[in-house]
Structures are given as structure tokens and as C-alpha cells.
């Protein structure tokens, strides 16, 4: 696996994945979401101009898309561009919370190829989920469950973002996941959009992050889409998966309105690439703009090279690090070897970036009781 984590760190001809944000649009208004999606953006892709990007998408072979929001089913055009990218060859995989996914939508989606479906859910119980997803989404998601089991749909996932409060129930969401016949995937929690706000209220402790590590060794079939290879400085024994940041070299993002990201956690205009309605579109984006080639080039290990876990950890999440205040080439803010702890302590108060998508409708986000 090193020599091919070694050739992907200098990027390949497309993204393995690319993440599309189809619309910030939203009827919840989660406390860690990453683009602090609620309102539309009057700016989003047309019909037509998403059409022509899923069409480069397929002449360069994209493997599959990654659509997300916001809540991607609010967007009138959703079947028509789901249809379009699988007509094309062009795979998808969409994230829901579940309440547009009524039992007839589901016999809809269960007779398309190419397509998979990630139910969004962040706690076993209503009382751990609804803390952060709002009141009423869990029940939401389990109906949204049930349509696609009762519409035979196949294996869904159930993709859970990783807490403090949630990590007691990592049995229980396992056991959620296959009694439906589902796959469990686990990511991380990053401190960008409405997550700044909540992210020390709600980053797992050291102590969970060794729980996570031993539990994800225990259990090779849960994904987790490379989020935890921070956590490989705990043990000999690496997690499963490329444990490389991709950005910009085997995934990227692009938002509602057509700006490329090198990173899907990181909306901000330092990691913003350029525009798909401009000359050369996605494609010239992705194999010439200076910042993912900037990004492909070899990485110091910087202040993480005294550590000696640099292999193995590769310094950790660009994301976290980026909107915790901390350089690039420092240890990252849950180092498991407390390194980022000590460089947050230098971190001036007031003085971190602030992610430049902020979509969040005019009322008051809480993060509300949690047990």
C-alpha cells in the first residue's frame, strides 16, 4: 500500500471522488455542518450547466460523484441529475438526512444502477442525534430507512459523524447498520462553518480517540473514508483505507455555484481552485491550476519531524488544522501525542480563518442538552 500512497500523493488524471455540493438549501440546520448550509444560494448551477460538468465528469472518467448540501433532494432537478450522471456512466453516491426520501421516492432510487445512498444520522438514540441534527431527525431517518429496506433497495450506509457523545455508541450503531443490512461509515468531525463553533464542545477526548482506534482495527468493515489516519500514531497496526489527505490529489469539492475546493472540508478562499463556468470548465481546474499542483508537490513533515510518527500519522487533517489557527506543516489539533494540544495553547483567541460559506438561515443554532 506505500508505493501506491506514494504515486497518489502526486495526483492522478481525476478525482477518485469528487464532492458535489448540489445546493446549500436545507431544512435542518445541524451544529456542525461544514458549510452552514439552511438557505439557497440564488447563484447555484442550472440544470444545464450541471449537466455539462457531469459531462466532463464522465470524459474524464470520474469514478463516482459524492453529492451532498445542504439537502440535495430539495433541489428541484435531483432525479434528473442523478439519472443524467448514471446514464453517463458517472456513479453516485448521495448523503441524506431522510426527509425527502418518502417510500415511493425509494422505490424510485431502488430501480436505478450506479447509485448509493448515505443516510446522515449522529446518534443510536433520539436524545444523542437530535442534540445535533434538530428535533425530530432521528425519527426521520430511521422512516427513511425503512423505505429503502421495505423498497429492497439494497445496502445503503448509515454515515455518522464522530463526537465525544456518540463514540459510546459505536456498538449500537453497528448493530443499527446490520439489521438493516446496511454499511456503518464514520467520519470525523471538523471544526469548519457552524463546527468552529461546536467543535470543543463536541471533538472527541484522547481517551475516545484510543477507543476509536482499537474499536475500527476490531472492525474492518466500517468505513470511514481515510478520516482517521491521525490516529495511526497510536499503534504499529495502520487503519484501513490510503491514510493520505487527498486534497487536491484524489478528491476536491465543488459547491452549488460552481467553485472548485482542493479539499471538501475546507471552504475557504485560501483552498478555492476556481470556477467550473470558466474557460476549460472542471478539467483545466483539476490538472492545471497552481494550487493542487502546489498540493501534489512532496510535504515536509515540518514540526511534526522531531516526533518520529510522521510516516504513519502523515501530521493529520489540513482541515482541523487549518481552522483551529494551526500551520500547515504543525501537528494536528487531536495528535495523539498531545502535540496539538500544546500548539493551540499558542493560538490567539479571535484571530482563527472563518470558512467562507456561511449559508445558515436567521435563527439561533443550539447545540442543546446531551447525555
Known amino acids: 500500500m506505500t ?47 450541471a449537466k455539462a460538468l457531469i459531462d466532463q465528469m464522465a470524459a474524464m472518467q470520474v469514478f463516482y460523484v459524492n453529492i451532498g448540501g445542504g439537502e440535495p433532494m430539495l433541489r428541484p432537478d435531483f432525479f434528473e441529475l442523478v439519472g443524467y450522471a448514471t446514464s453517463k456512466g458517472v456513479g453516485v453516491k448521495f448523503s441524506t438526512n431522510g426527509s425527502r426520501l418518502t417510500p415511493q421516492r425509494a422505490v424510485e432510487l431502488a430501480a436505478m444502477d450506479y447509485l448509493d445512498i448515505q443516510i446522515s444520522l449522529d446518534g443510536a438514540d433520539a436524545a444523542t442525534n437530535d442534540a445535533v441534527r ?32 456518540n463514540i459510546p455508541q459505536l456498538d449500537a450503531f453497528k ?12 467520519t470525523r468531525l471538523r471544526p469548519a462553518g457552524r463546527g468552529a463553533d461546536t467543535w470543543t464542545e463536541l471533538h ?9 482506534y482499537h474499536w475500527l482495527l476490531a472492525h474492518p468493515d466500517v468505513l470511514t473514508g481515510d478520516s482517521f489516519f ?76 522531531s516526533c518520529g510518527q510522521f510516516d504513519a500519522c502523515q501530521g493529520g487533517c489540513m ?41 445558515s438561515k436567521p435563527v439561533a443554532v443550539s447545540l442543546g442538552p446531551t447525555r
Open 134 to 165: 434538530g428535533a425530530g431527525s432521528f425519527q426521520t431517518a430511521v422512516a427513511a430507512m425503512d423505505a429503502l429496506a421495505d423498497a429492497q433497495f439494497g445496502p445503503f450506509k448509515i454515515s455518522v459523524v464522530v463526537t465525544r457523545h
Open 204 to 212: 472527541p477526548l484522547a481517551d475516545q480517540q484510543v477507543t476509536l
Open 3 to 49: 508505493g501506491l500512497t506514494e504515486e497518489l500523493k502526486l495526483g492522478l488524471d481525476a478525482p477518485i471522488c469528487l464532492t458535489w455540493e448540489l445546493t446549500y438549501a436545507c431544512n435542518l440546520a445541524c451544529v456542525h455542518c461544514l458549510s452552514s448550509s439552511g438557505r439557497r444560494d440564488s447563484r447555484e448551477l442550472s440544470t444545464a450547466e
Open 319 to 359: 482541515a482541523a488544522k487549518f481552522f483551529t489557527g494551526l500551520p500547515l506543516d504543525g501537528p494536528d489539533p487531536e495528535c495523539v501525542a498531545g502535540h496539538g494540544e500544546t500548539s493551540l495553547a499558542s493560538v490567539t483567541p479571535g484571530a482563527l480563518p472563518a470558512s467562507t460559506s456561511n449559508h
Open 175 to 186: 448493530n443499527l447498520a446490520d439489521g438493516y443490512g446496511a454499511e456503518l461509515r464514520l
Open 230 to 305: 491521525h490516529l495511526n500514531a497510536l499503534g504499529d497496526d495502520p487503519l484501513p483505507g490510503l491514510n493520505l489527505c487527498g486534497a487536491g490529489r484524489v478528491v476536491c469539492l465543488v459547491d452549488p455555484i460552481g467553485d472548485v475546493y482542493a479539499c471538501p472540508f475546507v471552504l475557504h478562499d485560501e483552498f478555492k481552485a476556481g470556477n467550473v463556468r470558466a474557460t476549460g470548465g472542471f478539467e483545466e481546474i483539476w490538472r492545471h491550476c497552481d494550487l493542487f499542483t502546489d498540493l501534489r508537490q512532496p510535504q515536509s513533515a515540518g514540526a511534526c519531524a
